[in-house]
């Protein structure tokens, strides 16, 4: 059974840094786009970021632009997420999932990890 275990979630003050890491098993990690979303209470679930199989394409949410970094590592099977400048609306549980296409659209992601939580105080 495929796997995404996110973890690095946590507390933090406004400006601060968290880098989030999504280990996966038991998938063929290197043929596998890999998203970032996140979901704050009340909210739907929103496009952060994503990378290509290959680690050469990114794409990131206009909110999160310029803030956070998407980068992959093949050979861990695991997906990162740099989070600088951090603001109180970053809040969210954040979630890593795995698509076949390269795409931003949540339904096209096959795989989805429980989440962990980010919370960013003011």
């Known amino acids: 059974q495929v796997q995404l275990v996110e973890s690095g979630g946590q507390l933090v003050q406004a400006g601060g840094s968290l880098r989030l890491s999504c280990a996966t098993s038991?998938?063929?990690?290197?043929?596998?786009?890999m998203g970032w979303f996140r979901q704050a209470p009340g909210n739907e679930r929103e496009f952060v970021a994503r990378?290509?199989?290959?680690?050469?394409?990114?794409y990131y949410a206009d909110a999160v632009k310029g803030r956070f970094t998407i980068s992959r590592d093949n050979a861990k099977d695991t997906v990162y997420l740099q989070m600088n400048s951090l603001k109180p609306e970053d809040t969210a549980v954040y979630y890593c999932?795995?698509?076949?296409?390269?795409?931003?659209?949540?339904?096209?992601?096959?795989?989805w990890g429980q989440g962990t939580q980010v919370n960013v105080s003011s």
């Open positions: 990378i290509s199989w290959s680690g050469g394409s990114t």
């Open positions: 999932a795995a698509s076949n296409l390269v795409t931003s659209r949540k339904g096209d992601y096959i795989y």
């Open positions: 038991r998938l063929i990690f290197s043929h596998y786009s």
